[in-house]
């Protein structure tokens, strides 16, 4: 809390005040004027004011702090204009002295009404309509109390002080238990619940009513003295209060937190009341006094509005206990639900990975039959959920999901291990049972599957791991996932067993991966180019790029030796990128070196992974650009399994064409797929696969396959390549098939960009038979 420090307003308050008390003792003895006295009224009540003002404007005032301070300044001029109603009553004898008019009373009342309005309507201190019933009947229970009190002490100097006048009993009367009734609401919100409002600010408000109330009370005791008032000596104590109230709300505003909603343990006005007006009627029963009636009437009307308050209490702690109970049958399902959520997987339902583990532990510990853990991972999940959206990528895991658990052996168990990885476990009589199961699992997850109105099918990779008697239940996962990998390596739908040699070629790829990351980054990487000729003259009129890796140690590593690795890892994108780059920029430099009449393109392969990387279209048309080549002079090579799902490899492949680049379909002709594929894919150029020239020399089915493609190729008006010649025999029959290109090791192996453009220059054509 700020320190305090005495402010003009307090200090003026505070001098008015003393003089106000000092003349009004002086009266007591002898006779003063009373304007003396009655000037004080509008000082203090203008600093009161004032003081409320500055602070519902003071800054780091919470909203509801403001409204609430405002209503106290605007009940304080009310209560300046009945002060001064009051005085004017009183210096034109309108009424006797100690009454009050009707219309002073109306005001006075209106100034209470307004700053009790404002309390109740300060936020933070919520209140059910139970709290509030209890609430309007405690204050019921004051007003009745304070009414009681105050006709039996007016009552008895009825006759000297009254003087007949009834409405001017009744309005102090009002006017005293108002004011009583502010004292109780200001301390019972202090109490249970103050919101923005400062505690202690409350309790010095509910000091200042009570002073005022008291005054009013005592009114009567100034019969004797009719040239004093108890306006002028109430109000300047009330409103120096109300000043010290609000200079301690100003002064917490910011630096103190609202204070915590508390409570009532055991509300003790309402025995207090009824204690004390029985003991006021019984005294006034044994002095004979004339009140008695009324003092009883108070007594029973009291006794009822306990009596009102206790069954509403009754009532509210029987809603409570309902309510408790119900609040703890929601902490169970709560609970069950947390513990549901924390062994099962959200989106499918299956058991989570954590559950995996407790339960393969579990039937590992029984030492009953071989346990068999599976790793089954969804082939180009990830082409589905780019094409079709998360939600149809949802539903296609949930269906999966279902799937596998309708399929799910006896004793054991499915779950998904995040993403579109899932795991089964069950017991097994031996390796033979568990292929059983998962080919049988692998045939029903080609059958289509809903997936949000989307018929689809969905090959897997799979891994299996048996409990050889030493493995635990991590380390069975460990195996599965290796041999899942493997299983990945080699294609789609491949089911891959795991064994011991697996973790060395699993540690060997990782660190293949490792060390082409450095490959990549120090310049470790090398593009040698094939030739592709015209089998007319043998002329080179295009190269197919293909990488090479130079390693410090290991020599010229292959790239069936460290492409898998790239696949497997990621790493495949970036060291596609780079091919492609330096493929591009050899290209423009032979354009210039070799001009117009070189080479017609250069082709460069395309990994599936590259192909469904987002904007892979627009990489290639920012490299094209930023080496300066023309797209009709690349051609990427892909192969069928990269375009076979569609998606979104085949829209790259669209953007591409519009490009002009030239698109080139791979090993052509060992896919299932690639009568249909030429319908769908944008495709310029045919590769016909190495394996139907092998033999091509040979009278049989290579040779009627061979002339198939190339009638088919011609019919569609493309362009086809013959891959792997090497003899000039098979050149000859490629030729008179009606073959026009070819490549092969018969016209050249890859070699460097600086040998190719020798190779180009005056290397002499191959025969061709």
């Known amino acids: 809390m700020a320190v ?125 309509r ?92 100034l019969t004797d003295r009719p040239h004093l008032n108890g306006t002028p000596v109430v109000l300047p104590l009330t409103c120096f209060i109300l000043c010290l109230a609000a200079d301690r709300q100003r002064r917490a505003a910011g630096v103190e937190p609202p204070a915590a909603v508390r409570r009532d343990r055991r509300p003790l006005v309402p025995y207090l009341a009824v204690f004390a007006t029985g003991v006021l009627l019984l005294a006034d029963a044994a002095d004979g006094g004339d009140d008695v009636l009324g003092v009883a009437l108070g007594t029973v009307a009291l006794v009822l509005l306990v009596a009102a308050r206790q069954a509403a209490a009754l009532r509210d702690n029987a809603v409570l206990v309902d309510t408790l109970d119900s609040r703890l049958r929601e902490l169970e399902e709560y609970q069950q639900t947390l513990a549901w959520q924390a062994t099962h997987d959200a989106l499918t339902g299956l058991a989570n990975r954590r559950l995996l583990m407790q339960y393969t532990g579990e039937i590992l510990d029984t030492g009953q039959d071989p346990v068999a853990v599976a790793l089954v991972d969804v082939d180009d999940f990830k082409g589905i959920n780019d094409d079709l959206g998360h939600a149809v990528g949802d539903a296609l895991l949930t269906a999966v999901a279902a799937r596998l658990e309708c399929l799910q052996p006896d004793g054991g168990l499915v779950a998904r291990l995040g993403g579109d990885e899932y795991a089964l476990v069950f017991p097994t009589t031996g390796e033979q049972h568990a292929l059983h199961v998962l080919d049988t699992v692998a045939a029903e997850l080609r059958r289509p599957l809903d997936a949000a109105g ?34 990945k390596a080699q294609g789609k739908g491949r089911r891959v067993t795991y064994a011991p040699c697996l973790d060395q070629h699993s540690a060997e790829q990782a660190r293949t991966a490792a060390d082409l990351r450095v490959a990549l980054d120090t310049g470790q990487l090398r593009l040698h180019y094939q030739p592709i000729v015209r089998l007319s003259d043998a002329r080179t009129v295009a190269v197919e790029a293909l990488v090479r890796w130079q390693h410090p140690e290991r020599g010229m590593v292959r790239p069936d030796l460290f492409i898998p690795a790239a696949e497997r890892t990621g790493l495949i994108v970036p060291v596609g990128q780079w091919v492609l780059t330096e493929a591009c920029r050899q290209a423009a430099r032979w354009r210039d070196e070799l001009g117009p009449d070189g080479l017609e393109y250069v082709s460069v392969n395309v990994s599936p992974r590259q192909l469904r990387e987002a904007g892979f279209a627009a990489q290639v048309q920012a490299t094209l650009h930023s080496v300066g080549l023309h797209p009709r002079h690349l051609t990427v090579e892909v192969t069928e399994t990269a375009v076979f799902d569609g998606g979104s490899g085949l829209e790259e492949l669209h953007q591409l064409k519009r490009l002009g680049v030239n698109v080139a379909l791979d090993d052509f002709g060992t896919g299932h797929s690639s009568l249909g594929l030429l319908r769908t894919c944008p495709v310029d150029l045919l590769k016909v696969d190495k394996s139907f020239v092998d033999n091509i020399t040979d009278r049989g089915d290579r040779s009627v396959i061979a002339e198939a493609l190339i009638g088919i190729s011609d019919g569609l008006r493309l362009r086809a390549v013959a891959e792997g010649v090497e003899t000039g025999a098979q050149a000859g029959v490629l030729r008179r098939l009606g073959y026009r290109y070819a490549q092969g090791y018969h016209f050249g192996r890859p070699m460097p960009a600086a040998d190719l453009a020798a190779h180009v220059r005056g290397a002499h054509p191959a025969a061709v038979g």
């Not at 003026?12 to 000092?22: H, Q, T």
């Not at 003081?51 to 003071?58: F, K, L, N, Q, V």
């Open 130 to 221: 139970g709290e509030w019933l209890r609430f309007g009947l405690d204050t019921a229970t004051v007003l009745v109390t304070v009414v009681t009190f105050a006709w039996h002490f007016i009552f008895r100097r009825w006759e000297t002080w009254s003087g007949g006048n009834t409405s001017g009993m009744w309005a102090v009367i009002a006017i005293v238990a108002t004011g009583s009734v502010c004292v109780f609401a200001f301390i019972k919100v202090a109490f249970t619940g103050t919101g923005p409002l400062d505690r202690k600010a409350l309790y010095l408000l509910a000091l200042a009513g009570g002073g005022g109330a008291t005054g009013g009370a005592l009114t009567p005791l």
């Open 4 to 128: 305090w420090r005495p402010t003009g307003l307090l200090i003026g308050a505070a001098v008015v005040l003393v003089v106000a008390e000092a003349w009004f003792l002086v009266g007591l003895a002898r006779t003063t004027p009373a304007l003396v006295s009655w000037l004080a009224v509008p000082l203090t009540v203008g600093c009161a004011v004032r003081a409320c003002w500055t602070t519902s404007a003071a800054e780091g005032m919470a909203p509801g702090a403001r409204r609430f301070w405002r209503h106290v300044g605007l009940g304080m001029v009310f209560i300046g204009l009945g002060g001064a109603s009051n005085g004017v009553d009183m210096f034109l004898r309108l009424v006797a002295p100690q009454h009050v008019s009707g219309l002073t009373a109306a005001v006075y009342l209106m100034g209470l009404v307004v700053m009790l309005w404002g309390l109740l309507r300060i936020p933070g201190a919520h209140r059910s």
């Open 454 to 487: 989307h018929a689809l099918v969905v090959e897997a990779s799979i891994g299996l791991a048996l409990h050889a008697g030493d493995a635990t239940a991590e380390e069975l996962l460990r195996r599965a996932d290796v041999a899942m990998y493997e299983a």
